[in-house]
């Protein structure tokens, strides 16, 4: 067995990393005191005083007891009372100048009505966007930009095929032309996220990014080609995602084999163990059920979760 010896999650000899807060694992031998016995999912005793951690019910990041919100998030830590009894959790709003850390670098998110990221870069810290989300930057902080495979595919398809790269130390801010919501998702190490386009507003340097094609959607997205969708996969670090959200965000957790119907304008994103197909329900009008028409809806089957937005957007690509 080995455990985290930052937060004492106990886990199996074949992982390497805790998925709580991305430290590397070390045996319990060597992270317990000899005569203590750790039971799995248990914090060891302490000469002193037991551990004590309350988990982010958003984001599953463990923060001291004392603590009112998130440090990885921002979110409330009494965020369990935000659940309706349909199981849909909505996106923390955070407070006003709310900072958030990851790596050497800090995100403070600034506004209501279109809210803005502020990132203030460690050295050695990057992240990438699109391009036409920069809102303003220190003259020193240098940009790049990232090389992308498909690039072709990616046009072809309405999506971003030019990502910029922001490197620290310095400050950069970001933002999206319209109103919504900016949603703050730690990714942990071992964590894949697909993404629908134009919802990305900035990744850190943690965080691999490519892109996936959903195939059998194409009765309702792109024009017969499937959907694209950016993923987001962190590998042995932890790091953060932004997204924007038009409206209100709303986020459920679905069960193995549980499945749910979405109108595809309200997708906003889902793990990549959630599979998603097209679901088509004929809507007959008449004495004999003749004539009417469809409605296409997409069809989303867990386990994971799924991420959507309450003003319905469908780009000119869909």
Not at 71 to 85: K, M
Request: with cysteine.
């Amino acid at each position: 067995m080995k455990q985290c010896p930052a937060c004492h999650r106990v886990y199996e000899e074949q992982q390497k990393f805790c998925t709580v807060d991305g430290t590397p694992l070390v045996s319990v031998a060597q992270a317990t005191p000899a005569g203590v016995k750790v039971a799995s999912g248990h914090s060891p005793p302490n000469s002193q005083e037991p551990i004590e951690r309350v988990e982010c019910q958003w984001c599953q990041s463990q923060n001291e007891k004392s603590a009112h919100t998130c440090r990885s998030c921002g979110a409330p830590l009494d965020i369990r009372n935000l659940v309706s009894e349909s199981g849909w959790r909505e996106a923390p709003r955070l407070k006003d100048m709310t900072e958030i850390r990851f790596g050497n670098s800090s995100c403070q998110v600034e506004g209501e009505i279109v809210p803005v990221a502020e990132i203030t870069l460690g050295p050695g810290d990057s992240v990438f966007f699109e391009h036409h989300v920069l809102l303003w930057k220190d003259d020193s902080v240098p940009m790049s930009v990232m090389p992308l495979s498909g690039g072709a595919k990616r046009l072809f398809a309405g999506m971003p095929f030019i990502v910029s790269i922001a490197h620290g130390p310095g400050r950069v801010a970001f933002s999206r032309d319209a109103t919504g919501e900016l949603v703050v998702l730690p990714l942990h190490p071992g964590m894949e996220l697909d993404v629908r386009e134009h919802a990305f507003l900035l990744a850190s340097h943690h965080i691999d990014f490519t892109y996936v094609q959903i195939k059998g959607l194409r009765n309702i997205l792109f024009g017969g080609q499937g959907m694209f969708m950016d993923r987001f996969v962190t590998t042995s670090a932890p790091g953060l995602l932004l997204l924007h959200g038009y409206g209100n965000v709303f986020e459920r957790t679905l069960v193995a084999g549980e499945t749910i119907l979405i109108e595809p304008g309200a997708f906003l994103y889902k793990d990549a163990s959630v599979t998603m197909n097209v679901q088509s329900i004929k809507l007959t009008s008449g004495l004999f059920g003749v004539g009417g028409s469809s409605m296409n809806l997409a069809q989303m089957s867990g386990p994971g979760r799924v991420g959507i937005q309450s003003m319905y957007v469908h780009h000119n690509t869909e």
